[in-house]
T-cell receptor
Framework: DAKTTQPPSMDCAEGRAANLPCNHS???????VYWYRQIHSQGPQYIIHGLKNNETNEMASLIITEDRKSSTLILPHATLRDTAVYYC?????????????FGDGTTLTVKP | NAGVTQTPKFRILKIGQSMTLQCTQD?????MYWYRQDPGMGLKLIYYSVGAGITDKGEVPNGYNVSRSTTEDFPLRLELAAPSQTSVYFC????????????FGNGTRLTVT
């Protein structure tokens, strides 16, 4: 079973921030949180990852709670091209060879 | 730098036929993975490899086999195709270091009729 829980769908207005939550209450100390997105049926595209600190890159920001049991992916200015399925996963190479199961993700629909 | 390349893109098989899905990466990654994705669902891990000559089962390995004779290639073999194996198959690779993301190919869409 997937170790993360995400809402099945969300809407966002174009130009507004999209905040996608993820629950990973059973995360272990050496597991990282990774976010990917999948547009249509293409291969998942890496967005961002983090261990315990908040992270930002050119695509998004990742906010991880202090207890690491949940996180939020923030797309600061959503565009129509951000409409996709977003997956949050946890994985560790040290203890689990990077194995992970992707849950059903969140379908984000950006509306004009 | 092509990344992860999967062939073929599409394939239709009859029940009982066999085929090999090809996956190759040019990033010198040690870790490679095979996932399947059924319609409207997330990805499930079939097999993985942490280096040439080393493979292990994932969550849903039944009906599949893999080999890893080189760092670059990680083929997935279906011996006796069944309708339940109709899915989209994704290959991924990673350096395997703590801070490294998975890099995915664009998938092979397989239909078994």
């Amino acid at each position: 079973d997937a170790k993360t829980t995400q809402p099945p769908s969300m809407d966002c207005a174009e130009g507004r921030a999209a905040n996608l939550p993820c629950n990973h209450s059973t995360i272990s100390g050496n597991e990282y949180v990774y976010w990917y997105r999948q547009i249509h049926s293409q291969g998942p595209q890496y967005i961002i990852h983090g261990l315990k600190n908040n992270e930002t890159n050119e695509m998004a920001s990742l906010i991880i709670t202090e207890d690491r049991k949940s996180s939020t992916l923030i797309l600061p200015h959503a565009t129509l091209r951000d409409t996709a399925v977003y997956y949050c996963i946890v994985l560790s190479y040290n203890t689990n060879a990077g194995k992970s199961t992707f849950g059903d993700g969140t379908t984000l629909t950006v509306k004009p | 730098n092509a990344g992860v390349t999967q062939t073929p893109k599409f394939r239709i098989l009859k029940i009982g036929q066999s085929m090999t899905l090809q996956c190759t990466q040019d990033m010198n990654h040690n870790y490679m993975y095979w996932y399947r994705q059924d319609p409207g669902m997330g990805l499930k891990l079939i097999y993985y490899s942490v280096g040439a000559g080393i493979t292990d089962k994932g969550e849903v390995p039944n009906g599949y086999n893999v080999s890893r004779s080189t760092t670059e290639d990680f083929p997935l073999r279906l011996e006796l195709a069944a309708p339940s194996q109709t899915s989209v198959y994704f290959c991924a690779s990673s350096t395997g270091t703590a801070n490294s993301p998975l890099h995915f190919g664009n998938g092979t869409r397989l239909t078994v009729t």
